[in-house]
């Protein structure tokens, strides 16, 4: 989805005479607004419009504050060679999250989500999790494509509170469950690089990894953060013994989960070099 037309679909979101919907609305226009301003068009000068003065920022390469952040902007405006294509812009009253393609850090593009804090007009807290971009999975799906329609306004939060008991009780209590009260056992498409369509996919996929005796832990769920039809989880745990983040996309019809995006990240070691904040 274009940029453009990102900022269109918020601002005919605004008008809707909900105080909550036109809140987030306004502040998911102002993220990308923010975007294509500053990152985008390389425009450093920008950044004070945008960003406010004490910006909290959760990614370990960069410290906190506009001069920070500005540094952020400097750096890829010289680079020559970033681009950003914004796939989907959920926003969930002060919190905007974006799931993107970048090009321009490296050699290899990178999938993340980005989520930011909106405080009185501007972007005054900054978390993400990236990943490099792998080949299409079993399925064929890539870790991005996919529906992109939001839906379903009305169902936030019940959607919010079903994916989060999915989590706490299948990957932090490890509890017994009937997998179907959650995930639908018609469709569930995945855009995991490793994981095949469906819950045979799903299955598959643990039952291999209890085979080399890895396991996946959830330890807790920092942020649960939905609009509609959407849910994106932020979570800490381990894969195997390492220490890990993940950062889950769920897309929700009649109460059940239908697909899933995520990005897993090994989570910053304590000499990180800018981590004041944390990663949560």
């Known amino acids: 989805m274009k940029l453009k037309t990102l900022l269109t679909s918020a601002a005919l979101v605004a008008t809707l005479p909900f105080a909550a919907l036109a809140d987030s609305a306004e502040n998911k226009a102002r993220v990308l607004e923010a975007l294509e301003n500053t990152l985008l068009a390389g425009n450093v000068d920008a950044v004070d419009q945008y960003f406010a003065e004490d910006i909290i920022q959760h990614n370990d390469m960069f410290a906190n504050g506009i001069e920070a952040q500005k540094g952020v902007v400097g750096f890829l405006a010289g680079s020559g060679t970033f681009k950003a294509e914004y796939v989907r812009v959920i926003a969930d009253d002060d919190m905007v999250a974006v799931h993107a393609r970048y090009e321009g850090f490296g050699p290899t593009p990178v999938i993340g989500f980005d989520v930011f804090r909106v405080e009185d007009g501007k972007i005054a807290e900054h978390w ?58 018609v469709t569930y498409l995945q855009h995991n690089p490793m994981v095949a369509d469906g819950l045979e996919g799903f299955g598959a996929f643990m039952a291999e990894m209890a085979k080399q005796g890895i396991s996946m832990d959830y330890t807790e769920v920092h942020e649960v953060i939905g609009e509609g039809n959407f849910v994106l989880t932020m979570s800490e745990g381990t894969i195997g013994d390492a220490p890990t983040a993940f950062y889950d996309l769920f897309r929700l019809e009649d109460g059940l989960i239908v697909e899933h995006w995520d990005v897993i990240a090994p989570m910053p070691g304590a000499d990180a070099a800018h981590n004041e904040a944390g990663k949560f």
């Open 128 to 185: 993400d999790n990236l990943t490099e971009e792998q080949p299409l999975n079993p399925s064929g799906r890539s870790q991005i494509d996919g529906t992109t329609e939001i839906t379903d306004r009305d169902l936030t939060e019940a959607n919010k509170a079903k994916v989060k008991e999915f989590l706490t009780k299948a990957l932090i209590e490890h509890a017994e469950i009937n997998i179907t009260d959650y995930i639908s056992p």
